[in-house]
């Protein structure tokens, strides 16, 4: 049993399988989370009362939070395996890269997009989940917004709001590369499917950016027009 085990995570097809399995966790983690952001455009009351709801969950919670740190590391490792893997294939079985006229924009930045994600993550969790909500953080024109206006003062600073910006470009291109990605490794490939597929992905893609994208110009405008997030 070890050995089959060790046998598939060596495979080429195995890798595929575990990071096709655990992008598709973390994107229904995607969609959960963007559910909840867009609560922002209801305001505070129903933006906090979301993320009370989720605290209440207690151990189910960090169950989730486990689950998905576990899948952004095995998704994050497996594709580094990957891409050194098919790398040290190219460079000993061709004289130059394999299909670098057809890859995609997004396939081609893969790279990149990934590395911007890594460090993205790593400032969202310093800047709303190890910091604590307090009145120093969380006033908004005189009134204290809690959680809600812990993210307004955030995102209304220009480069905190730029970089939040490009990571979600940089979600929106991975997300789109992912799902081409996925059906080419359950072995999908139809005339008339395939590119149904990777149109569906690049609306996808696009659409989950702007989504994401949308949020800290909608608080950086209304912070500028003096509205008072009520």
């Given at each position: 049993?070890?050995?089959?085990?060790?046998?598939?995570?060596?495979?080429?097809i195995?890798?595929?399988?575990?990071?096709?399995?655990?992008?598709i966790a973390?994107?229904?983690?995607?969609?959960?989370?963007?559910?909840?952001?867009?609560?922002?455009?209801?305001?505070?009351?129903?933006?906090?009362?979301?993320?009370?709801?989720l605290?209440?969950?207690?151990?189910?919670?960090?169950?989730?939070?486990?689950?998905?740190?576990?899948?952004?590391?095995?998704?994050?490792?497996?594709?580094?395996?990957?891409?050194?893997?098919?790398?040290?294939?190219?460079?000993?079985?061709?004289?130059?890269?394999?299909?670098?006229?057809?890859?995609?924009?997004?396939?081609?930045?893969?790279?990149?997009?990934?590395a911007?994600?890594?460090?993205?993550i790593?400032?969202?969790?310093?800047?709303?989940?190890?910091?604590?909500?307090?009145?120093?953080?969380?006033f908004?024109?005189?009134?204290?917004?809690?959680?809600?206006?812990?993210?307004?003062?955030?995102?209304?600073?220009?480069?905190?709001a730029?970089?939040y910006?490009?990571?979600?470009?940089?979600?929106?291109?991975?997300?789109?590369?992912?799902?081409?990605?996925?059906?080419?490794?359950?072995g999908?490939?139809?005339?008339?499917?395939?590119?149904f597929?990777?149109?569906?992905?690049?609306?996808?893609?696009?659409?989950?950016?702007?989504?994401?994208?949308?949020?800290?110009?909608?608080?950086?405008?209304?912070?500028?027009?003096?509205?008072?997030?009520?």
């Amino acid at each position: 049993m070890v050995n089959m085990l060790k046998s598939y995570i060596g495979s080429s097809i195995g890798k595929k399988q575990i990071v096709a399995i655990t992008g598709i966790a973390l994107v229904l983690f995607l969609v959960a989370h963007l559910a909840g952001n867009l609560l922002i455009y209801s305001g505070p009351e129903a933006y906090n009362g979301y993320s009370e709801k989720l605290h209440h969950l207690g151990a189910i919670l960090w169950v989730l939070r486990i689950g998905l740190l576990a899948s952004f590391i095995l998704h994050f490792a497996f594709t580094a395996l990957l891409v050194i893997q098919n790398k040290k294939a190219r460079s000993q079985g061709y004289e130059r890269p394999l299909h670098k006229k057809t890859r995609s924009f997004a396939a081609k930045i893969m790279p990149l997009s990934g590395a911007i994600l890594f460090f993205y993550i790593i400032s969202h969790l310093f800047d709303f989940t190890f910091t604590e909500v307090t009145p120093a953080n969380s006033f908004v024109n005189g009134e204290d917004l809690g959680l809600y206006g812990l993210v307004v003062n955030t995102l209304t600073i220009p480069g905190r709001a730029l970089w939040y910006i490009i990571a979600m470009c940089a979600v929106g291109m991975h997300l789109t590369h992912a799902i081409q990605s996925l059906f080419q490794t359950m072995g999908t490939n139809h005339a008339v499917y395939t590119p149904f597929i990777k149109k569906l992905s690049v609306f996808l893609g696009l659409l989950v950016a702007v989504a994401f994208a949308s949020i800290p110009v909608y608080l950086f405008l209304s912070n500028s027009a003096g509205c008072c997030f009520n």
